[in-house]
Nanobody, 114 residues
Framework: QVQLVESGGGLVQPGGSLRLSCKAS????????MRWYRQAPGKERELVAA??????NYADSVKGRFTISRDNAKNTVDLQMNSLKPEDTAVYYC?????????WGQGTQVTVSS
C-alpha cells in the first residue's frame, strides 16, 4: 500500500497561486491513479482533479485554473492552482487508487482570503 504526504498549502489572496505536492512511498507509484480531492467546512469531499494513463480530468469549477501533473521518477503528483477564489478554500487531500485498494494523505489547508 502506498503512503501519501501532502505539502504546499497556505494562505493566499484571491487571484493568487499555490502549488500543492503529494509525495508517495511504499509501492510502485506508476501503477496508481492519482487524484486530488478537497473538503470545505460543512461540505462533502469533492473530486478536484485526476491523472491516469489516459490523461487527466478536472471538476468543472477548476477547469482552466488548476493543473494536475505527476513525476513518476520522484513519486510525486502536484496540483498547480492559479486564479484562486475564496470558494477554493478547503482542505486538499491526495488520493491513490489501484485495483480496488486506495490510500489518502493527511490533507493540507488552502485558504483564499484577502
Amino acid at each position: 500500500q502506498v503512503q501519501l504526504v501532502e505539502s504546499g498549502g497556505g494562505l493566499v489572496q484571491p487571484g493568487g497561486s499555490l502549488r500543492l505536492s503529494c509525495k508517495a512511498s511504499g509501492s510502485i507509484f506508476t501503477m496508481y491513479v492519482m487524484r486530488w480531492y478537497r473538503q470545505a467546512p460543512g461540505k462533502e469531499r469533492e473530486l478536484v482533479a485526476a491523472i491516469f494513463s489516459g490523461g487527466t480530468n478536472y471538476a468543472d469549477s477548476v477547469k482552466g485554473r488548476f493543473t494536475i501533473s505527476r513525476d513518476n521518477a520522484k513519486n510525486t503528483v502536484d496540483l498547480q492552482m492559479n486564479s484562486l477564489k475564496p470558494e477554493d478554500t478547503a482542505v486538499y487531500y491526495c488520493h491513490a487508487s489501484k485495483s480496488g485498494a486506495s490510500s489518502w494523505g493527511q490533507g493540507t489547508q488552502v485558504t483564499v482570503s484577502s
